[in-house]
């Protein structure tokens, strides 16, 4: 699950890793009211406004902004709040900004010079251990690091056994080039940081910029968390962060029929059972001259029910021209499989598109009599291959 | 021949009173396979499906001689189950359950990695050693005992491999999900090297997917090592970067682990990669023609 850069820094905050005080606003009056708070808490003169979307680059699309005075902090906040904010991670048309997150500013004048570092923590899957990912330059691209410097990019590996231990944080703060006071501060931040990753069953925390400022804090300036969704039965604090005006609308009704439902930008709805085999649909499509508009797995039952809250999903989408339904049945039984397309069909009644149905497996030859005797407008395939050609004729 | 399991696998059912258990050991009853009996805690000293029910793992093991054990709990509990598989003797574990916590299986990999025990899955159909040993839960009469090798991420796209290799009359020595998590038990990789070693075996077919680098690390093995025609598909060549596409381990990371990266280290790896799945059954008929077997 993902979350605004405010939520992750209240999750990081409870592990006690060091974040700067913040706090999130609706509209340009709420957000002068909490760079006044803010004032009042930690003295800062300067503050920082965010758009809270879940889309990084969000600086170069204008959606961070150092506010000089209140009444900058009310410009910005009212340019921001509302607008389509594009990055690189949007689409064209952006994401609509809905709040901001209002912060003290970090970059003061002091005895040091203040350095931006990279810091991640994630799964590294050839192991299958959680590692440490840092680099000295931090503030940027981080794939553009690793493509112009990779030496500047090291990594930690960490025993799940044992946890991060001292001589590891050491080392971490060592290659940062960190002396001092601030050489301290990372130790207690790394500790800290790794509690957070386990304890909140995070499965990405990416930290960019870490900010060493000019009296030697190490401060999370940013932060992405993302939590594992299979974790969340608990940590029902973290699921009520859900944010759905991020996702897209028909993935949020999808998954209140627990269907596994992602929007794209094709031209054929596929329904599938399983995942790969619904990926696999989705090629197919392609190879088929189409552009698939979905991923869904309908999963194991794949009854009429579930069809037919299936069908209805695609069917929102008004750039679907065709629907692919790709079924192998096994303990499932093709026939019930097919019933319950017929039945879906009939139930919500005068479906314009083409639907091909492919049904392979238990009873299949049945379950194809059955679609071709319904008199619906619904083509059958055995193979995956009579599928494809299938598509590619309706298309025309 | 076959790998990892035959007739002679004594099996026991983990969750074996629950729905999904009941329903699967029947199926595998009815399959033929060796199920010596089940754990439910707080059932034990009972009977279910004509098989002793036991609290524990370890007196299931004591009473039975089992050797492999399959896994339908719950998520919440099933990184416990594996746990006490392995550590009550089993050789070899065998985990349906989906959507097992991230970092729990983290943990239970680095505790399999100091223990004599194989973890199969989690998150996976199971393995079936046609015509008699199925232990998991896809559909026992698409296979037939044959020469072909099947690895596979996914449950029903396994099956519709299994399917063109049956109709193409070659048949499976044995068929393995690996599962569609991001940690998994036992690897592509290691599925592929027990399959080499496998004499019946004359080909494998190796069903991956996008993200991480289970593929890849198969191919270059293969590439140095390999002595038979390997047939791979690779699915998700349109699924956008950064989505989760239903398995919890299939997202497209970063440039290396999208499916036409993978596609083209296995092509230069000597793999016979098919674009299009419907292709899996063809393809293994040509690569076979072709070899020097």
């Known amino acids: 699950m993902n979350l605004h850069e405010y939520q992750s820094k209240i999750i990081l905050k409870q592990y006690g890793v060091p974040v700067p005080e913040g706090l999130v606003a609706n509209t ?3 957000a002068i009211n909490a760079a006044k708070a803010l004032q009042s808490l930690t003295g800062t003169e300067k503050w920082v406004i965010k758009a809270q979307v879940h ?10 902004k150092v506010a000089k005075s209140l009444n900058e902090v009310r410009q910005y906040a009212d340019q921001i709040i509302g607008m389509m904010l594009v990055t690189p991670q949007t689409s064209a048309e952006g994401k609509l900004v809905r709040k901001v997150y209002v912060e003290q500013n970090i970059f003061y004048p002091g005895p040091a010079d203040p350095s931006e570092i990279y810091l991640s923590l994630l799964l590294n899957r050839k192991s299958g251990r959680i590692i440490i990912m840092y680099s000295p330059r931090g503030g940027m691209d981080i794939e553009k690091v690793a493509e112009e410097t990779p030496d500047q990019i090291f990594t930690e590996e960490i025993d799940p056994t044992l946890g991060l231990q001292q001589y590891q944080a050491r080392r971490i703060a060592f290659n940062l080039n960190l002396t001092g006071e601030s050489y301290k501060n990372m130790i207690r931040f790394l500790l800290a940081i790794y509690q957070a990753y386990i304890k909140s069953d995070a499965t990405l925390i990416e930290i960019n910029p870490l900010f ?6 190490i401060l999370a300036a940013d932060a992405k968390v993302v939590i594992d969704n299979n974790a969340l039965f608990r940590h029902p604090d973290i699921a009520t ?3 759905f005006d991020e996702e897209d609308p028909i993935e949020v009704e999808a998954s209140r029929y627990d269907l596994n439902y992602v929007k794209l930008n094709g031209n054929v709805g596929c329904m599938v059972n399983g995942a790969g085999l619904a990926m696999a649909t989705m090629d197919i499509i392609k190879l088929s001259g189409g552009d698939p508009a979905n991923f869904l797995d309908v999963g194991g039952s794949a009854n009429a029910k579930r069809v037919e809250e299936g069908f209805r999903i695609i069917l929102k989408d008004p750039a679907v021209k065709a629907i692919l339904v790709n079924i192998f049945g096994g303990i499932v039984r093709c026939d019930r499989v097919a019933q319950g397309i017929v039945d879906a069909c009939n139930n919500i009644g005068n479906i314009q598109v083409p639907i091909i149905v492919r049904l392979q497996g238990t009873n299949a030859v049945e379950a194809r ?20 050609n299938l598509v590619n004729t309706v298309l025309k | 021949m076959s790998i990892l399991v035959d007739e002679y696998s004594k099996v026991l059912v983990q969750g074996f009173t629950g729905h999904e258990g009941s329903f ?15 754990v439910t805690p707080g059932k034990g000293g009972t009977t279910h499906l004509g098989r002793p029910v036991f609290n524990t793992v370890s007196e299931a093991v004591k009473d039975t001689a089992a050797n492999v054990s399959i896994i339908f709990v719950p998520p919440a509990m099933a990184a416990d189950a594996i746990l006490e598989a392995s550590d009550s003797g089993i050789k070899l574990i065998v985990c349906i359950t989906e959507g097992i916590p991230v970092n729990d299986m983290v943990t239970v990999k680095e505790y399999l990695s100091c223990h004599d025990a194989r973890l199969i899955g989690p998150n996976c159909p199971g393995i079936i050693t046609p015509p008699h040993t199925k232990i998991g839960i896809m559909p026992g009469f698409i296979h037939q005992k044959g020469c072909i090798g099947i690895v596979s991420r996914s449950g029903t796209l396994s099956y519709e491999a299994v399917d063109q290799i049956t109709k193409v009359g070659l048949g499976q020595t044995t068929m393995i999900g690996v599962g569609g998590d991001p940690v998994p038990g036992t690897t592509i990789k290691e599925a592929v090297q027990l399959f080499m070693e496998d004499p019946e075996t004359k080909g494998i077919v190796m069903i991956g997917e996008i993200g991480g680098n289970m593929e890849t690390d198969a191919a270059y093995w293969i590439r140095e090592n390999g002595t038979k025609p390997v047939v791979s598909f690779i699915a998700g060549a349109t699924a956008p970067k950064g989505r989760t596409m239903g398995h919890a381990g299939a997202i497209v990371g970063g440039k ?7 596609k083209e280290i296995l092509r230069e790896c000597g793999i016979h990669v098919v674009d299009s799945p419907a292709d899996l059954g063809k393809a293994m008929v040509r690569a076979l023609g072709s070899s020097a077997l």
């Open chain 1, 55 to 64: 889309a990084g680059g969000r600086g170069k699309g204008g959606g961070v």
């Open chain 2, 256 to 262: 290396s682990d999208t499916a036409e990266a993978k």
């Open chain 1, 241 to 243: 962060m859900r944010d």
């Open chain 1, 212 to 217: 060493k400022t000019s009296d030697d804090k």
């Open chain 1, 369 to 388: 009599k059955l679609i071709d005797e319904s008199g619906l407008k619904v083509h059958s395939a055995a193979t995956l291959e009579d599928a494809a």
């Open chain 2, 24 to 38: 699967h050991a029947s199926q595998m009853i009815d399959y033929g396979t060796n199920v010596v009996g089940g």
């Open chain 1, 28 to 30: 340009p009056e709420e």
